[in-house]
């Protein structure tokens, strides 16, 4: 059997799955929603950042100091709406940006404009606008976890701790697709096909998406926080996906790193139960060799963690940024 052949069958097996995948329906979510009633009205600002304008829920005295969330797919900032108030209420100036891409935040077309370099730039750029002086604290869940691993790589003099939520520190590399983990990824591949991917995704009211929200504990999600994702998913699927099609332009997570290792101190924060992404990951992000200063905590929690256990995520983060309070006694 001649090689030629083989990569031929190989081709039209996995063209077929595709095939197959787009003419059937997706399996149905398992998303419960919660009747809880939210209030999601959050003051936004604008922000001038890298030559685009990013939408920022901003709260908090304007002298605090400075703690910025950052959200990842599929979501937006109001998914940190626990969070917000949380830390505005203990005298911290809390950002959340709409990233790029996302809800009414700039969405250039290119997905060069969404590799993690340019990304982790915006968030340079707005630390440097509200800190002046002063460092930050940068919380990410998911794709924000990428960029604040990247911001703290890239620019670590302006920031003083960072916390990450179930994403792997990017210098594991090529690492992140081996075996199983592979097939776990299998809509970053599926991301890549223009047009098709838009469609699948919008159809049956947003079936994959709410696909991967379902993964969650039941009631972890409102349904106006949903009715309120959907209104943003109509108007920004394309430049949302762009941030997955991006990661094939640049070599997967980045290109060429000027450092080799996050000096910056951190904690890693990995819900046990996360069907994307397996836990090695979380092991092998805070080897010393790649992560100086990390912590890892393990929770019985999905992939939405900020969601499902949004008081035990408070109170790790108060404590590892406030070394000042026993473990164990931070307020919800």
């Known amino acids: 059997m001649s090689f030629l052949f083989l990569l031929n069958i190989i081709f039209l097996l996995i063209l077929s799955i595709f095939v197959f995948f787009l003419l059937s329906p997706f399996p149905s979510s398992n998303l419960q929603t919660s009747s809880t009633k939210e209030n999601l009205n959050y003051e936004y600002k ?9 939408q920022v829920i901003e709260k908090g005295p304007k002298d605090g100091r400075l703690i910025i969330f950052l959200h990842g797919f599929p979501e937006t900032a109001i998914m940190w709406r626990y969070h917000i108030d949380y830390f505005a ?31 982790a730039k915006d968030i340079f750029e707005l630390i440097t606008i509200h800190a002046k002086s002063s460092s930050a604290v940068l919380v990410g869940h998911d794709w924000g976890s990428f960029v604040a691993w990247h911001v703290s790589g890239l620019y670590p003099e302006i920031i003083s701790k960072t916390i ?9 590399g090529n690492s992140f697709y081996q075996g ?18 838009e469609w699948k995704v919008q159809k049956d009211d947003w079936s994959i998406l709410l696909y991967f929200l379902g993964t ?8 106006d926080l949903i009715q309120e994702y959907k209104n943003v998913w109509k108007t920004s699927i394309t430049t949302m996906i762009n941030w997955y099609r991006a990661i094939l332009r640049s070599n ?3 290109e060429n790193p000027t450092y080799k290792s996050i000096e910056v101190p951190t904690l890693m924060i990995w819900g046990s139960r996360d069907v994307f992404l397996e836990s090695w990951l979380a092991d092998l992000s805070v080897q010393p060799t790649i992560c100086k200063n990390c912590q890892l905590k393990y929770l019985n929690a999905s992939h939405w963690v900020p969601e499902e256990l949004p008081e035990i995520t408070n109170r790790l983060i108060d404590e590892f940024i406030n070394p000042d309070i026993p473990e164990g006694l931070a307020k919800d």
């Open 164 to 172: 990450t939520i179930n994403a792997p520190n990017p210098l594991i």
């Open 180 to 197: 199983t983990q592979l097939l776990r990824s299998w809509y970053i591949f599926f991301f890549q096909i223009p047009y098709i991917s």
């Open 89 to 119: 209420s203990k005298g911290w100036r809390v950002l959340a940006p709409d990233q790029c891409g996302y809800n009414n935040s700039a969405k250039p077309e290119s997905p060069n404009d969404y590799k993690l370099d340019v990304l």
């Open 252 to 254: 997967f997570l980045f």
């Open 46 to 54: 604008t922000a001038k950042v890298n030559g685009r304008t990013l």
């Open 216 to 223: 969650s504990e039941p009631g972890s999600f409102s349904s």
